[in-house]
């Protein structure tokens, strides 16, 4: 061992600033047969150089075992100014949140600060149950050993049921586009496409959103995003005509990807409804703009449009037998003030589209009470007059805005935040959760171009950990993030307590779930402790297996 360098377990939910010691971990690391189990190592170095040193991982489970070094990323806007206490830090500086893949298991160790590794183990139901031993080692070029650290994870006889939670994370594929300065749905444009939606799957994102036609979304009013059309529009004497092999490509390589449902983009422009989003045709052999910022919505020519439009697409859409696993926007967070011109959209829509679902990012109840939405998508911070209504098939969502009291995935809340939302989508009964940022890599309104490596906030508009949750990289491969990883185990939270609900009923997962609570559990009221979350998942695994033992001596469990 080298005295100059200390090296310890601690959990997923810890975060290792560099200037920071971080609390050392004596958590049981424990999953089920097909679920992600992470775990991260802190290190810090002291001697007077960087340190160059080779990763050795020593378990009969190796090969299962991913390792990808924590790596801290600019944040000039952590926090707004006006914020809760369960924050980690709220000043400009480095976080961690980026997971990078080790080059040649080479990791080099900087002097006098902290830095950390990630681990996944991913049996991906191959591994036997049983307790394996894993070793960490950091040996220098010599072959001696640096600093080591010993665990050992339990693989349960249990496997988690599918996921049913619809999780979206909006996709924005011009941002791709821009980033590697390519031509949009060129070759490259699809194959760099493709990486990313297999990665959001991955990540536990199964509905994908689809532009028909270019996003009214993030855009300054008379601005316009690069076009990422899908749709192939011909007019011919004032007709049109259309054209769907584009959109089926799309829907075939998110299919084999492992996406389920798609949402197709928004039919007019964002908060408010008052316009069209840009539409591209081509008329009389020329391509031109035919819809934007400069048509208000309830115009007849659009109305006109979107009556040939919707039509020939539900058409083709039932004759792919995809009806069941289509969902449609009309607008991105209308409020109060925009419910006439957002009823008056609905109107226009809702002739062609009997039989799929439409959901909005929308917070005022008005929307639901007068019968102008069926399914309202609120923010966790306004759901609470939504959950008294009993609504069958609420979704949620959150963005920037939920900064005090919720849930959150901002670098400088602590991963316990971000995690705890399984637990409350369990409790309440969530069918689908919406967040806008899987990729977006703009300033706000889409002005400019960034290097999320270097801006996390979109020019200090959004706390950083909002705009995206994935970072563009080399080859176009994304990388992923802290905060990706740690919603995902969310997800998979919700898919044990669904398996143990199979296994008793919901009143028995929700007073385990709360048991030692002085107040229920809530959207804004819960625990902020990381043990928290651990210790319920570890009774959670233990009722399961004892659960599933007691059905096995009954002949049902094979």
Known sequence: ???????????????????????????????????????????????????????????????????????????????????????????????PDLLKEINDKTVILSPCQWMALWFDICPNDKLCPGIYPITVKLNDKTGAEMASVNAEITVLDAVLPEQKLIYTQWFHADCLADYYNIS?????????????????????????????????????????????QLLDISINNGEYSFCFERLKKWIDICEACGIKYFEFNHLFTQWGAEFCPKIIAIEDGKEKRIFGWDTKSNSDEYRHFLSAMLPALTEKLREWGMESRCWFHISDEPKEEHIENYLTAKQMVQPYLEGFPVIDALSRVEFYDRGIVKN????????????????????????????????????SMPSSRNRIIGYQLYKYGITGFLHWGYNFYYSQLSIRKINPYCNTDADYAFPSGDA??????????????????????????????????????KEFVINLIEEGLTVPLTFSVYPQSQDYILDVRERINNEIIKRQTKSCVKGDYN
Not at 10 to 16: F, G, I, Q
Not at 207 to 226: F, K
């Open 376 to 411: 309202p998508v609120p923010a966790t911070n306004h759901i609470e007059p939504f959950l008294e209504m009993d609504i069958n098939g609420l979704w949620t969502y959150y963005c920037s805005a939920q900064s005090t009291d919720v849930s959150n995935r901002f670098f």
């Open 184 to 228: 949009i749905f060129s070759d490259e444009h699809w194959r760099i496409m493709e990486k990313f939606i297999q990665t959001a799957v991955r990540l536990g994102i199964n509905m994908i959103l689809t532009p028909l036609v270019t996003p009214p979304l993030d855009t300054a009013v008379g601005a316009e995003r690069p076009t990422v």
């Open 1 to 95: 061992m080298n005295p100059c360098t200390q090296m310890y377990l601690v959990s997923s939910l810890e975060k290792v600033f560099f200037n920071q010691t971080p609390t050392q971990s004596v958590y049981r690391l424990a999953g089920l047969r097909n679920e992600s189990i992470s775990f991260q190592t802190a290190i810090r170095y002291d001697g007077a150089r960087r340190k160059t040193t080779f990763l050795v991982i020593e378990s009969p489970i190796a090969e299962y075992i991913r390792c990808r070094e924590v790596v801290p990323v600019p944040s000039g806007l952590p926090a707004y100014p006006k914020h809760d206490s369960n924050y980690l830090r709220t000043e400009p500086g480095l976080y």
């Open 468 to 505: 995206f949750s994935v970072y563009p990289g080399v080859d176009g491969k994304p990388e992923e993030s802290i905060t990706a990883m740690v919603f995902l185990h969310a997800l998979q939270d919700i898919r044990a307590l669904e398996l143990l609900e199979s296994l008793t009923d």
